[in-house]
T-cell receptor, first 109, second 114 residues
């Protein structure tokens, strides 16, 4: 199974775009990249997922490199409520989520 | 309704106790999951039920016993636990085979074994 590597922590100013990187250099061709976040003392929350193409929804954008070895989650206008641990995940062919260690994102006023 | 509910929110039990964690969803999902999460770590998959049948057991000790009475309910029966089993236990549900396997998570049960 592919594994993901993320920075342990990041800061971002409120109102600015938060860019969270993830490396998944061993990802296979049919494995999806998923992002979840976990706000303190809550269950994880789905954000977005993608296979090859860039994706955007109401929460975020996902940029996947052409070789699929890395991706970036973009929160376009971060708010204090976006402070959370963000997990970059690879979904394998058995539909299991292989979780990274997560990035603790702190949004500062 | 996109909610997964879990009860209780907190549980303290002794090593000789028997207790159960409960999870419920009404989204029509046919896959349900139990995860264990230790502090500052990502969730670890324990069990997967697909169409009410156990499809994945990630080598979990037998003191944890899952049960899926119907498509909306998932239980985790606990017996003779160890202090190191103290953790947040998360339940999730999803459509099992669709292209978007988005898992919806409950808030978790915070378990303390004394």
């Amino acid at each position: 199974d592919a594994k993901t590597t993320q920075p342990t922590s990041m800061d971002c100013a409120e109102g600015r775009a938060a860019n969270l990187p993830c490396n998944h250099s061993t990802i296979s061709g049919n494995e999806y990249v998923y992002w979840y976040r976990q706000i303190h003392s809550q269950g994880p929350q789905y954000i977005i997922h993608g296979l090859k193409n860039n994706e955007t929804n109401e929460m975020a954008s996902l940029i996947i490199t052409e070789d699929r070895k890395s991706s970036t989650l973009i929160l376009p206008h971060a708010t204090l409520r976006d402070t959370a641990v963000y997990y970059c995940i690879v979904r394998n062919s058995n539909y299991q989520l292989i979780w990274g260690a997560g990035t603790k994102l702190i949004i500062k006023p | 309704d996109t909610e997964v509910t879990q009860t209780p929110k907190h549980l303290v039990m002794g090593m000789t106790n028997k207790k159960s964690l409960k999870c419920e969803q009404h989204m029509g999902h046919r896959a349900m999951y139990w995860y264990k999460q230790k502090a500052k770590k990502p969730p670890e998959l324990m069990f997967v039920y697909s169409y009410e049948k156990l499809s994945i057991n990630e080598s979990v000790p037998s003191r944890f016993s899952p049960e899926c009475p119907n498509s909306s309910l998932l239980n985790l029966h606990l017996h003779a636990l160890q202090p190191e089993d103290s953790a947040l236990y998360l339940c999730a549900s999803s459509q099992p085979t669709s292209g978007n396997n988005e898992q919806y998570f409950g808030p978790g049960t915070r378990l303390t074994v004394t």
